[in-house]
C-alpha cells in the first residue's frame, strides 16, 4: 500500500530564506504525488503535483517540488520565504492503478519577521 | 460559484446521535471523498466514491456511513458507532483520473457535547 512520511513536524525559517519541507513516499508502481496546504480551520489549497516528465515541478504562489525517484522523495521548496507562507503543508500521493490519495502528517510551516 | 460546500461548519452532537455532514460539489467530477483530520495524524481516509451508486470503504470507516445517489452529493453519517467522533471533517472531489488533483471543502467540526 502506498504512503507517505514528513519527517518534520515543524520547519521555522526566517522570512527571506529558501526553505525546505521534506516528503518521501512508498509505492509499489508510478506515484503521482501532490502538494496542498491548509490555513487554520479552512480546507487544503492544491500547490502543485508531479505525474511524469521533468523533475523539478513548479506551483502557486513559487512554489516548487523537486521529484527524486532513486531517494523516494517529493520536497517542497521556495526561495525566499514570505511570513504569509506559514501554515500547515500536506504531500500526497497517489499511486498508480489506485483510486485512493494518501496524506502525509503534515509540516508546519513558520515563517518569521 | 463552482466549488465544494460543506454545511454545517460547526456542528455539536450529544452522544448517542447519528448525525450527517453535507457535502455538495458542482464541478461535474466523478469522484468525491471524505477525510478526517485531528492534530498530527494528519488526514485519513473515511469513504471515497469513484462513481454514482458507488463506494468504497478508506482506511477508517467503522462507524461512519456514505451514500452517492447524485453526482453531486456525497453526504457522511457519524453514527453512534464511531466512539471518539470529534475531529474536522474534510470533503473532496475530483475527476477521478490518476492524474489530477482533489479540490477541497472548506470542512465541518464536529464536537460532541
Known amino acids: 500500500a502506498q504512503s507517505v512520511a514528513q519527517p518534520e513536524d515543524q520547519v521555522n525559517v526566517a522570512e527571506g530564506n529558501p526553505l525546505t519541507v521534506k516528503c518521501t513516499y512508498s509505492?509499489?508502481?508510478?506515484?503521482?504525488l501532490f502538494w496542498y496546504v491548509q490555513y487554520p480551520n479552512r480546507g487544503l489549497q492544491f500547490l502543485l503535483k508531479?505525474?511524469?516528465?521533468?523533475?523539478l515541478v513548479k506551483g502557486s504562489y513559487g512554489f516548487e517540488a523537486e521529484f527524486n525517484k532513486s531517494q523516494t522523495s517529493f520536497h517542497l521548496k521556495k526561495p525566499s520565504a514570505l511570513v504569509s507562507d506559514s501554515a500547515l503543508y500536506f504531500c500526497?500521493?497517489?499511486?498508480?492503478?489506485?483510486?485512493?490519495?494518501?496524506f502525509g502528517t503534515g509540516t508546519r510551516l513558520l515563517v518569521s519577521p | 460559484d463552482g466549488g465544494i460546500t460543506q454545511s454545517p461548519k460547526y456542528l455539536f452532537r450529544k452522544e448517542g446521535q447519528n448525525v450527517t455532514l453535507s457535502c455538495e460539489q458542482n464541478?461535474?467530477?466523478?469522484?468525491m471523498y471524505w477525510y478526517r483530520q485531528d492534530p498530527g495524524q494528519g488526514l485519513r481516509l473515511i469513504y471515497y466514491?469513484?462513481?454514482?451508486?458507488?463506494?468504497q470503504k478508506g482506511d477508517i470507516a467503522e462507524g461512519y456511513s456514505v451514500s452517492r445517489e447524485k453526482k453531486e452529493s456525497f453526504p457522511l453519517t457519524v453514527t453512534s458507532a464511531q466512539k471518539n467522533p470529534t475531529a474536522f471533517y474534510l470533503c473532496?472531489?475530483?475527476?477521478?483520473?490518476?492524474?489530477?488533483?482533489?479540490?477541497f471543502g472548506q470542512g465541518t467540526r464536529l464536537t460532541v457535547v
Open positions: 473532496a472531489s475530483g475527476a477521478g483520473t490518476m492524474n489530477t488533483e482533489a479540490f
Open positions: 509505492v509499489s508502481g508510478n506515484p503521482y
Open positions: 508531479y505525474i511524469t516528465g521533468d523533475n
Open positions: 500526497a500521493v497517489r499511486e498508480t492503478g489506485f483510486q485512493k490519495l494518501v
Open positions: 464541478l461535474n467530477h466523478d469522484a
Open positions: 466514491s469513484q462513481i454514482v451508486n458507488d463506494f
